[in-house]
């Protein structure tokens, strides 16, 4: 089967480990086979994975400056089309998001809540991890929440940037 999805995950080990169950779910439940971007040390993780059509494996030169920038380029042309689901957020990957055609996708990790939750115990941190949802949800675009494989909700207001339409379209 082709790949008609794209993810990417550079570390950590334990954080990719992970991720292979999402993809699985996806698969299972959207038909979805990845095109998956990761380091080259962690790449033998995803091999046989049933979820993966394809493993790209990226050094620490091809991740570095430059390079990564056109390593975004090359990537972002050469699966044109396909969506691309950030399940990192960092740098690297926004690069890869702002360069891409087509709809991009990237996972609320919620990580400054979790931060100050785990450091300071404060209640509003507290009660905001408590109000998340227990799936995991993906970001439409760059600030369009939907489930992945689901158009944004309309909004309630008017959108600040005028029309409320997918920022992707297909």
């Known amino acids: ?45 995803l091999e046989n994975h049933p979820s993966v059509a394809e493993i790209i494996a990226l050094d620490r030169i091809e991740l570095s400056g430059s390079a990564w920038l056109r390593q975004a380029r090359r990537l972002a042309s050469a699966y044109s089309g396909l969506p691309l689901i950030d399940l990192h957020g960092n740098l690297r990957t926004r690069v890869l998001r702002m360069l891409w055609k087509g709809k991009t996708y990237s996972y609320a990790k919620h990580s400054l809540t979790r931060r100050a939750f785990h450091r300071l115990r404060h209640d509003w941190a507290r009660q905001r991890l408590l109000a998340m949802e227990r799936a995991p949800t993906l970001r439409h675009g760059p600030a369009h929440a939907a489930p992945f494989g689901q158009s944004p909700p309309a909004p309630s207001v008017p959108h600040p940037w005028g029309s409320h339409t997918d920022p992707f379209p297909a």
């Not at 990417?8 to 095109?35: I, M, N």
Request: hydrophobic share 50%; proline share 4%.
């Open 1 to 45: 089967m082709s790949p008609n999805a794209v993810a990417v995950r550079f570390s950590a080990l334990g954080d990719l480990v992970l991720s292979t169950g999402v993809l699985e779910h996806w698969q299972s439940t959207l038909g979805l086979q990845f095109v998956f971007i990761t380091k080259k040390d962690f790449s033998p993780i």
